[in-house]
Every structure is written in structure tokens, then in C-alpha cells.
């Protein structure tokens, strides 16, 4: 089956996508393009799964760099297709040839551009990473590497959307600690339970931060199970272990 692969006009020319599900040689609860070497699915299958995304990117297999993703607001510049991976969850380069990926399965993917002086990123944007500033550190690191807040364009793919993501008081009593302005990204649900705007809290950080140009691909994973794994629907299931999705972006 082909790779199934979302891309965004505002990250042009750059070569990146977010890749669903469709398209690889995981099978079970992993079917399809399970890239987790983290999951409990056979690590010669997800090789080749990763392969196969490598090889969409154009780059070699050991050009598809990622990180050891921890739910941390940390980013590691990354120059050296052979250097060790360090424990971060976001990542940026102006080295031609790297291909920089995430993992997800309900956070945010998100990927980074500024075209014009050659610097890319890309994010694991959990709740906890987005409150603690991943995105925004994400945008400084890049700019440490010459690129400008205002010419980045940053996309959001595939994550949990607001109607899918319940939490409790105390999750809210988190956020409005924080920052009072962010229930607005809460919604009532039943009983004490809300609805939180992942995405769209997403998109107010980076807007804020004074990013130039950003959206949200608009795709729910946890409502589409055919295209997308997610971690609260495995859950919801009680199924055993999920598969990650991989998004990329290379100059």
C-alpha cells in the first residue's frame, strides 16, 4: 500500500509530511506504519517502516534523525547524522540532508520552516510540553541558527481534537495557574469533566510567541482510526501497546 503522506502549502518548498498510518508493514494493533522503536512491535519491522519513510523524504536511512522523547520543553540543534540521540522533544538543523522527525499518537506534531534562511524544526508537543514551552523554544533554537520569529511558518498535524479530549478539574486548575486566559481553551463536559483545545492552544502559543505563520492540519487522531494511531483510543480499548505516527521535514 502507498505511504499516505499530509503536507501544508505554508511549509513550501521544504520537503516534510505527516505521515498517517496507511502504508506499512506492521500488522495487529500496530497495523500499518507503526515508527516506534519505543512500542513493543517487532524493531525489524518498524526499521522498515522507518526505511520506507526515509526513502519518501529523500534522504538515507540513517538522515531520518529524531529524539528520545521525554514530554520536555528541550531542543537539541542537530548537525551530525552520526551522533548520539539525545533526550529532548524537539530538533533543529541548518544542515542540508537531515531529515528531522517526531513521534505522536494524539500530541502535536509540529513542524517548523523558515525558507529563507534554511533552518527547519520539528516538535512533540504534548500538553505538558506545549505548557512548558517546547514550541517556543523550538522557534528560539531556530533562530540561534539564523533564522526570524516573523518569516517561520509552523504547521500543526494530526493530533487529539477538542470533542476527544476529556481531563479533569485538576488538568484545567493546572493550565489557569499558568496563564487565567488559557480556559478558553476548555470546554465543559460531562459531569466535572472538560474538553481541551490541544491544537488550538497550540496555535495561541506560537501566535503570541510572534511566529509568522501558522495553522493546524485540521486532522482528529483519535476520531480516525483507519488513518491514525492514538494513544487515548488504545486506551479506551484496553488494547495492549499503539503505534506512533512520524511526521518529517528536511531542507
Not at 533554537?141 to 479530549?165: C, F, H, K, N, W
Not at 474538553?195 to 492540519?217: A, I
Request: charged share 20%.
Amino acid at each position: 500500500m502507498t505511504l499516505e503522506i499530509i503536507t501544508s502549502h505554508s511549509l513550501s518548498p521544504v520537503r516534510h509530511g505527516f505521515f498517517t498510518r496507511l502504508g506499512g508493514a506492521s500488522s495487529g494493533v500496530f497495523a500499518g506504519l507503526n515508527c516506534g522503536t519505543g512500542s513493543t512491535d517487532q524493531s525489524e519491522i518498524v526499521a522498515i517502516n522507518r526505511a520506507r519513510v526515509a526513502e519518501a523524504m529523500g534522504v538515507d536511512h540513517d538522515a531520518l534523525m529524531g529524539v528520545h522523547q521525554v514530554h520536555s520543553a528541550d531542543v537539541a540543534v542537530i548537525d551530525d547524522p552520526d551522533a548520539d540521540r539525545p533526550r529532548a522533544d524537539a530538533l533543529v538543523t541548518a544542515t542540508p540532508g537531515l531529515a528531522l522527525s517526531v513521534l505522536t499518537a494524539d500530541c502535536q506534531p509540529v513542524l517548523f520552516a523558515d525558507t529563507e534562511a534554511g533552518v527547519i524544526g520539528a516538535a512533540h508537543a504534548g500538553w505538558k510540553g506545549a505548557l512548558d514551552g517546547v514550541l517556543e523554544a523550538t522557534v528560539e533554537a531556530m533562530e540561534t541558527l539564523g533564522a526570524d520569529r516573523g518569516r517561520i511558518a509552523a504547521v500543526i498535524g494530526p493530533t487529539i481534537s477538542q470533542r476527544a479530549y476529556e481531563v479533569g478539574p485538576e488538568f484545567l486548575e493546572r493550565f489557569e495557574a499558568e496563564d487565567p486566559d488559557s480556559l478558553r481553551f476548555f470546554a465543559n463536559g460531562a459531569g466535572d469533566r472538560y474538553l481541551f483545545d490541544l491544537p488550538g492552544y497550540g496555535l495561541h502559543r506560537l501566535r503570541d510567541f510572534g511566529v509568522g505563520q501558522s495553522e493546524w492540519t485540521r486532522h482528529c487522531t483519535y476520531s480516525d482510526a483507519e488513518r491514525f494511531f492514538s494513544y487515548r483510543r488504545t486506551t479506551h480499548a484496553q488494547e495492549a501497546d499503539y503505534g506512533r505516527l512520524i511526521s518529517a521535514i528536511c531542507l
